[in-house]
């Protein structure tokens, strides 16, 4: 017998199988494909078959057990290493920092104070000139002309406030903010000017720094604005103290304020704009003193003239108001006098003179007028006379030396000053005990479309209508500054009137403004809390010439 006969070939389906009887043998080779013929159920099973078997049933279960018990190593190993294991590096914090909402630090002096240092600065100089210099050399494109005037103009302000190691760690920050992006670094640039301008107060320097950001085709810019502060007090309403300051302006720049007061951008107090009352008190009350006018008044200037001065009599000295009488008659001759050159018409020289400043026209402006009048003598014409410049001359100067005149100015500026703290004091006062973004106590009887900013106005308007002794001279400045008619200050002034003097700025004013304009502020927010200004009240502000 062929003993390869008995070779079979390996087969997995025949694991663990016996040695085939000889009587099996099959003419060929076993095929791959083909599985081993089923068991009869009365074949005996074979124990080492049945171990096998189960371990394939089970095989599915033990490979989902795995992978479970996988995943939650993976998941146990993951919380270890973010919790324990490993700490984030320097890079991840920073950028971790960098990515997170910037929370403005405030300035915090890092180097002792010495009174003898700060006595070395000219701090006069560097908010009138060097200050302003910088900030408008800032303005220009830095990478190109701009940037050499900024280097020189900062350098120049270091030097001399940078004596003061605060000041200089102070400066070189702003310099590095504004160098790198006004707009980014808004939150921290307000943080530093508000540094300033504490280190100024806790050292007993009278001076301020007020700046606004504005928008343009080339990115934002930082404007600035230099103040000596005149005055900074605590007035009181309804018990609580509250913040004042009277400024005057420092510097010389072109930025003109479009306002008398305003509650400031780093909410700490009443800002009272000096320069602004002096320019309403010279332009718009001045001429109502006269005893004699020489020229017409202005319908406001009629309507409000006997209550103002009515006013003044009780606010304002008997000498006081006798100054303000004869310097107002003085000027009007002159303002009449220059009218009269404008319309005089014929052959000659003339000057034409479109304005007369409260203390007379300037000595370059005298002889412009004396030159004109000798060449019209000259060639005998009669348009402006030597007569009309002597009398221009001579009305002029003794304006210009009236000193009494002048003190008068500076105590009337003072009186109006008052109506424009109380009417700055109720918006601090409200905004304190509003809700946020209310302004004012809920006004159930205003008007439904009325914003928070116009109840506001509202409230401020009545407040200070309300004060005796304020109230005709605050209208009046309402009605005569511009305000009327334009943005929330307007449309309140509008609803005022509406209540308390139907005819309006130019109309009949009623005897009994104080009593209507606290029933209406009682009326409307439930309460007329007085706004009441501290003994040291400034008496004399500056009248600039």
């Known amino acids: 017998m062929d003993k390869s006969a008995l070779i079979v070939p390996f087969d997995p389906w025949i694991r663990n199988r016996r040695a085939l009887p000889s009587n099996a043998c099959t003419p060929g080779p076993q095929r791959r494909s083909e599985r081993p013929p089923k068991r009869r159920r009365s074949e005996a099973a074979d124990p080492e078959d049945e171990g096998w078997g189960s371990r394939q049933a089970r095989r599915p279960w033990s490979l989902l057990a795995r992978v479970l018990t996988t995943l939650a190593g993976v998941v146990i190993a993951a919380w270890a290493v973010g919790e324990h294991a490993v700490q984030p590096t320097r890079s991840d914090l920073e950028a971790k920092a960098a990515a997170a909402p910037r929370r403005p630090q405030t300035f915090r002096p890092s180097h002792p104070t010495s009174a003898a240092v700060l006595a070395q ?27 050499h005037e900024a280097d020189r103009t900062f350098s120049a302000l270091r030097d001399e406030a940078g004596k003061d190691p605060n000041l200089g760690v102070l400066l070189d920050d702003l310099h590095d903010k504004m160098m790198d992006d006004v707009r980014g670094h808004a939150p921290e640039l307000t943080e ?227 109506a424009v703290v109380v009417h700055e004091v109720r918006h601090l006062a409200d905004d304190r005990h509003a809700e946020p973004g209310g302004r004012t106590p809920p006004c159930a009887l205003c008007p439904p479309d009325m914003s928070a900013n116009e109840r506001a106005e509202l409230r401020a308007y009545l407040a200070t209508f309300g004060t005796e002794g304020l109230g005709y001279l605050a209208l009046m400045q309402a009605c005569g500054s511009g305000a009327h008619g334009r943005g929330p200050s307007g449309a309140a002034l509008d609803w005022v009137l509406s209540k308390l003097a139907p005819s309006g700025c130019d109309g009949p004013l009623p005897d009994d403004l104080y009593a209507r304009a606290r029933a209406t502020e009682a009326l409307l927010f439930g309460s007329n809390d007085a706004v009441e200004l501290p003994e040291g009240f400034p008496t004399e502000l500056p009248i600039p010439r």
């Open 192 to 418: 530093l000017w508000r540094g300033w301008n504490l280190y100024m107060a806790r050292n007993g320097l009278a001076w301020r720094v007020e700046h606004h950001l504005e928008r343009n085709p080339r990115g934002s810019l930082l404007f600035a604005r230099s103040y000596n502060v005149l005055a900074d007090m605590q007035v009181t309403s309804a018990g609580e103290p509250y913040r004042a300051m009277l400024l005057a302006r420092a510097d010389r720049t072109n930025l003109v304020e479009a306002f008398f007061g305003q509650t400031s951008i780093e909410h700490d107090g009443a800002l009272v704009i000096t320069d602004r009352i002096a320019e309403f008190v010279t332009a718009q009350m001045l001429p109502m003193f006269a005893r004699e006018p020489a020229l017409e008044r202005t319908g406001q200037q009629r309507v409000f003239a006997a209550h103002v001065r009515k006013e003044a009599a009780r606010m304002l000295t008997p000498e006081t108001i006798d100054a303000l009488e004869q310097g107002a008659s003085k000027r009007d001759r002159l303002v009449a006098a220059a009218a009269a050159l404008r319309e005089r018409k014929g052959p000659g020289s003339t000057v034409i003179i479109d304005e007369v400043p409260w203390d007379g026209l300037s000595e370059r402006a005298l002889r412009m007028v004396s030159r004109a009048a000798e060449k019209n003598a000259r060639k005998n014409r009669q348009r402006l006379t030597r007569a009309d410049a002597d009398f221009l001359a001579r009305t002029s100067r003794e304006l210009s030396s009236d000193e009494a005149l002048q003190h008068a100015l500076g105590r009337a500026a003072a009186w109006l000053a008052q």
């Open 121 to 147: 600065i000219d701090f006069e100089r560097v908010h009138r000139e060097l200050l302003p210099a910088w900030v408008i050399a800032m303005q220009h494109d830095p990478y190109t002309i701009g940037r």
